[in-house]
Structures are given as structure tokens and as C-alpha cells.
């Protein structure tokens, strides 16, 4: 649904809703004259003053919009580092000493800093990525585990404020 639509449909209830509120309240004053005028004074007011409003709740569905796609698109590039630091680090620590080439560790490593740089990341994440590639550029086990697992909270917290 539309932000323009669910508007529409919004304000139609409204109307609706505030025209037969008019309409039993005007029925008990003065009977079914009155009931017709104050249901159609009523929701003619409802209706016009949605319609007045349109502009700024449009407006601000998509401010909303915008910031939801820019969340779902840090979340996806922070995930994305995460799973491209954790293809470096087999590249780094192999299961078998002749599990990966020269090559594809540079490539890896290379494609690790490159995603790592993207600056629509946060900087905390961008900063815990920085360390562990260091730790990784290092061949340091212990350390390159640990700033693995800090870059992993900090894009746990990233998502989790959301």
C-alpha cells in the first residue's frame, strides 16, 4: 500500500466516523434535518482538513521511507563486511596448509579493505573492521579472533538499535 492510498483510506474513515459521531448527535438535538446537516457539515470538515494535511503526512511517510532504507542498507553492507572479513580470515588461517593460493589471499584481503572502507558504514564499525584486518594482516590468532568478535558486537549493536 501507498503512502498516498493508506492517506486516502486514513482520512475516509475519519470522515466517515466523524460524520456519523455529527449525525447521532444531531439526531438527538433536533431530529433528521439536523442530523443530515451536522453529519455533512461534519465530516465535510473532516474530509477537508485531511486533505489539507495531505502534504505534510506525505511528506513525513517518506522521511520515514528514507530512513528505513537507509537502516536496511547499512545492516546489509554491515553484513556483508562481516562475512567478507570472515572469507579473509580462512584465506589467513586455512583448514590445510595448501587450502588457499597466494592469490586468492590477496584478492580476499583486497576485497576485505575495499568493502571495509565503504563510507556509509559507522564508524564504529568501520574502526572494529580497521582492527581486524590488522589482527588478520598480522597472522595473529588470538587477536585477529578477538577483533573479529568486537567487529561482530558492533554490528550486533548497529542492528539492534534500529
Do not use: C, N, W
Not at 586455512?94 to 589471499?105: F, I, L, N, Q, Y
Not at 571495509?116 to 579472533?145: F, K, M, N, T
Amino acid at each position: 500500500m501507498t503512502p498516498e492510498r493508506a492517506h486516502l483510506y486514513g482520512t475516509t474513515a475519519v470522515a466517515a466516523a466523524v460524520a456519523t459521531l455529527g449525525a447521532g448527535v444531531g439526531a438527538a438535538a433536533g431530529g433528521p434535518g439536523i442530523a443530515l446537516a451536522v453529519a455533512a457539515i461534519t465530516g465535510g470538515g473532516a474530509l477537508i482538513g485531511g486533505f489539507l494535511a495531505r502534504g505534510r503526512a506525505l511528506a513525513a511517510a517518506e522521511t520515514a521511507q528514507g530512513a528505513a532504507a537507509r537502516s536496511a542498507y547499512i545492516e546489509g553492507r554491515s553484513d556483508s563486511l562481516l562475512a567478507t572479513i570472515s572469507q579473509y580470515e580462512a584465506a589467513v588461517f586455512p583448514a590445510s596448509p595448501d587450502g588457499v593460493t597466494p592469490e586468492e589471499r590477496a584478492v580476499r584481503r583486497a576485497h576485505a579493505y575495499k568493502v571495509a572502507s565503504d563510507e556509509a558504514l559507522p564508524h564504529p564499525i568501520r574502526e572494529a573492521a580497521a582492527a581486524a584486518l590488522e589482527a588478520l594482516d598480522d597472522g595473529d590468532v588470538h587477536r585477529s579472533q578477538h577483533t573479529i568478535t568486537t567487529l561482530f558486537y558492533a554490528v550486533r549493536k548497529q542492528t539492534a538499535g534500529r
